[in-house]
């Protein structure tokens, strides 16, 4: 439902256009070191401000509610807060009558009988991985030595990072959207995290990129590639400190076998395009034109490299 993990276990709360959104740790070790400083970097690169992404501007500071006395975790629950302020409902009324395509909307009001809170996505908007990242943060600093790094390379199909203003600037004069890839690789991994069969390394870790809205796949090592090789092509051989290659993105059976952690994530093109799409008015019952109003990123998928490293950090300091 709204909470992973068993031992570093995370639960997230809110909804895009209501009071706040947040998160409660259970789980975080005693004595963390942790500040509202700690937390604002990772927030920066999630907030929007590139060419591209949206207008909505936040405040995003946090505010612990418990677990946190004079700078340190306690070891008890850990509640992080963030305020909803810059917030336009009105610009979502019309979907109660004609679903965004490509979104929740249809579903969730169905789900919940109409009892949803439709307003920005409501519990199913990209503002949700706000928490995420703070999560994160002190899934990070739990890790200690392990680093985990990851980056946008590709936008709209195309690699060349030189090329992507003009894809996004072309997207939005003809009110559309772009998808992206973002890669990930983690460093300094222990040998032997991660448990077979349902626990295994890639089961925990695509569960919890799959919670991030949008995402599309996910690969690991040479991922479906490895479809098309040969075995001796795409076999990791061992040396004396560990496998001399990474074809299987540092993972053997489930389980870190001592090399980078390496994955790479598809996000689909953003949903609510300004482009006219026809959809059905569950008002009129008729199908009917939507053209979305309203702030989107053309292309979400440029805030996400940091939403990935945290629900990475996040299935790691479980499995530690």
């Known amino acids: ?26 789980g975080a070790p005693e004595g963390i070191g942790l500040s509202k400083e700690d937390l604002m970097f990772d927030i920066g690169r999630r907030a929007p401000g590139l060419n591209g992404t949206t207008s909505r501007r936040e405040s995003d500071e946090p505010i612990f509610l418990s677990g946190l006395y004079e700078g340190h975790t306690t070891g008890a629950p850990l509640t ?12 979502y009324v019309a979907f109660d009558a004609m679903p965004r395509p490509g979104h929740a ?8 009988d109409w009892e949803n809170d439709p307003r920005g996505g409501g519990h199913f908007s990209g503002r949700l991985t706000l928490p995420l990242v703070a999560a994160g943060v002190v899934a990070k600093k739990a890790l200690e030595d392990i680093d985990i790094h990851a980056e946008l390379i590709e936008v709209g ?12 600037e072309k997207a939005q004069a003809e009110g559309d959207s772009l998808g992206g890839i973002v890669e990930c690789k983690v460093d300094n991994v222990p040998i032997g995290l991660g448990e077979p069969f349902f626990d295994s390394v890639e089961s925990m870790i695509s569960h919890a990129v799959f919670a991030i809205p ?26 004396p400190e560990g496998p001399t290659k990474n074809s299987s993105g540092g993972i053997n059976g489930g389980i870190t076998n001592g090399a980078p ?24 019952q008729k199908m009917d034109t939507l053209a979305i109003k309203g702030r989107h990123d053309v292309c979400f998928a440029l805030r996400t490299p940091v939403i990935v490293e945290a629900v990475t950090a996040i299935v790691l300091a479980d499995l530690v």
């Open 1 to 26: 439902m709204n909470s992973f993990g068993r031992i570093f276990r995370v639960s997230l709360f809110g909804e895009s256009h209501g009071e706040a959104v947040g998160v409660v740790i259970d």
């Open 80 to 91: 992080i807060m963030f305020k909803n302020g810059d917030t336009r409902s009105e610009d």
């Open 105 to 112: 909307d249809f579903v969730a009001s169905v789900k919940w």
């Open 157 to 168: 199909g195309c690699s060349d990072e030189s090329k992507w203003p003009e894809l996004l």
């Open 214 to 239: 949008g995402v599309r796949g996910i690969e690991f090592g040479d991922g479906f590639k490895a479809a098309r090789m040969k075995g001796s092509e795409h076999n990791d051989p061992f040396g």
């Open 261 to 284: 952690i390496v994955f790479r994530v598809a996000f689909k093109p953003t949903s609510s395009i300004s482009k006219p799409q026809k959809t059905y008015n569950f008002k009129t």
